[in-house]
C-alpha cells in the first residue's frame, strides 16, 4: 500500500508540475524515480529513456506506465499512469466545460510562461548530467567526437533521432566483446571472408 | 460506432507521432478535424491552446478531452486508453527482452553508446525550452528566472515542485 501510495505521489507531482508538454516531465520524473525513491538507476533511466525516444507515442505515460510497472507489476502501471494524467484531463474537460471563451484563460497563460525558462534550466542540467557519464564511462574525446557527429546528425541533417538510437544499439550489438565469448568466432570469420 | 472510431481516432496518432506526445498534435488534428470533423480549426486550436498553458502530457488531455466531448466519460476513457496503451506494452516488452541480457556485455555497451544521444536530445529541448521563454517573456524576465530557479534547485536544494510553485504565482502576477 505504502509502494502505491509512493507511485501515485510521484507521478501525481510529476503530471500536475510538468508545463510544455510530456518533454517538460522527464527531469521531473528523474528527480523522483532516482534521486527520491531511488527506484532506478542513473543507467536504467538513460535505458528507459533512449527507447522511450526510439518507440512512438507519448513519452511521458511510456515513463510512468513502464516505471510503475518496475517498481509493482500491473497495479504499478496503471496507478502511475493514471496518477500521470487523470488530474490534467479532469481540469481540462472543467475548465473547457464551464468557461465560455478562449479569453478567459489568459491568466492561465501568465502562470505557464513563468515555468518556462524552469523546466528549461533542469533539462539542462539533467543534460550535463549524462554527458559526465558517458564522458566518465568512455572517456572524454570518444564522448566529445559522438556528441558533435550526434548534434550534426540531429540538429543540421535533420535525422529521426529514433533512428540514431536504433544505428547506435545495432553497432553495440555487432562489434565484437574483448573477452571472448561463443558467438565471438562466428564474427570473427564473418569479418574475415 | 462511434467508441471505435475514437479509439482509432486516437491509435493513429498514438502510433505514428514519434518525438513524444507534441508530435502527435498535427496527426490527431488530421483525425479530428479532417477525417471525423467532430470540431472545426478554431475550436481544435482553442482546446489546444488551453492544454498547452495546463500541466502533464498534452496528447493525453487534447485524447480525453475530445474523446469527452464526442462521446462523454466512456469517450475520454476509451481516447485516453488508445493514445496511452499501445506504445507502453511495446516499451515494457522491449526493455523486459533488453534486461533478461542485463549482464552481456553487449547490452552493457548498448547503454553506453546511447548515452550521448541522450544528452544532445536532452541539450536540444533544453534549447528549445529557453528560446520558447525568450520568445515568449522575453530575455530579461527569462534570465532572471533561470539564474534564480538554477540557484535554488541545485545550489539550495529545493525540490522543484516548491521552485515550479513559486514561478506560477510570480506568473500569475508579473507577466
Not at chain 2, 498534435?25 to 488551453?50: C, D, K
Not at chain 2, 481516447?79 to 549482464?103: M, R
Not at chain 2, 513559486?166 to 502576477?173: R, V, W
Request: net charge neutral; proline share 5%.
Amino acid at each position: 500500500m505504502k509502494t502505491h501510495w509512493n507511485i501515485f505521489i510521484a507521478f501525481f507531482r510529476v503530471g500536475m508540475l510538468g508545463y510544455g508538454g510530456g518533454p517538460s516531465s522527464i527531469p521531473l520524473v528523474h528527480k523522483e524515480v532516482v534521486d527520491k525513491y531511488k527506484w532506478m538507476s542513473e543507467e536504467e533511466f538513460g535505458d528507459l529513456l533512449a527507447l522511450g525516444n526510439t518507440l512512438p507515442g507519448p513519452i511521458a505515460t511510456k515513463l510512468a506506465g513502464y516505471i510503475g510497472y518496475r517498481v509493482s507489476g500491473i497495479w504499478g502501471m496503471i496507478n502511475a499512469v493514471l496518477a500521470t494524467i487523470f488530474p490534467t484531463v479532469v481540469l481540462m474537460i472543467i475548465l473547457l466545460s464551464s468557461l465560455s471563451s478562449i479569453k478567459e484563460y489568459d491568466w492561465v497563460q501568465g502562470m505557464t510562461a513563468a515555468v518556462i525558462p524552469v523546466v528549461a534550466v533542469m533539462l539542462a542540467t539533467l543534460t550535463w548530467q549524462f554527458v559526465q557519464k558517458a564522458g566518465k564511462g568512455m572517456g572524454w574525446v570518444q564522448t566529445g567526437i559522438l556528441l558533435l557527429v550526434v548534434f550534426i546528425l540531429l540538429q543540421f541533417l535533420q535525422i529521426h533521432p529514433g533512428i540514431i538510437i536504433a544505428t547506435l544499439l545495432i553497432l553495440a550489438l555487432i562489434k565484437k566483446d574483448k573477452n571472448p565469448e561463443q558467438d565471438t568466432a562466428v564474427t570473427e570469420r564473418e569479418g574475415d571472408s | 460506432m462511434i467508441y471505435w472510431e475514437i479509439f482509432l481516432a486516437f491509435f493513429i496518432p498514438g502510433i505514428l507521432g514519434y518525438g513524444g506526445g507534441p508530435a502527435s498534435i498535427p496527426l490527431v488534428e488530421n483525425e479530428v478535424v479532417t477525417r471525423y470533423g467532430w470540431m472545426n480549426v478554431q475550436e481544435f486550436s482553442e482546446v489546444l491552446a488551453l492544454g498547452n498553458s495546463l500541466p502533464g502530457p498534452i496528447a493525453t488531455k487534447m485524447a480525453g478531452y475530445i474523446g469527452y466531448d464526442v462521446a462523454g466519460i466512456p469517450g475520454a476513457a476509451i481516447g485516453v486508453f488508445a493514445t496511452v496503451a499501445p506504445s507502453l506494452l511495446l516499451i515494457i516488452v522491449l526493455l523486459g527482452i533488453l534486461y533478461k541480457y542485463k549482464n552481456s556485455p553487449k547490452v552493457k555497451r548498448m547503454t553506453l553508446y546511447i548515452r550521448p544521444v541522450i544528452g544532445i536530445l536532452l541539450g536540444v529541448m533544453a534549447w528549445r525550452f529557453f528560446s520558447e521563454s525568450y520568445e515568449g517573456i522575453g530575455l530579461w524576465q527569462t534570465v532572471i528566472l533561470t539564474v534564480v530557479s538554477y540557484l535554488l534547485i541545485e545550489r539550495v536544494k529545493l525540490h522543484p515542485a516548491f521552485v515550479i510553485g513559486g514561478a506560477l504565482i510570480y506568473g500569475g502576477f508579473f507577466l
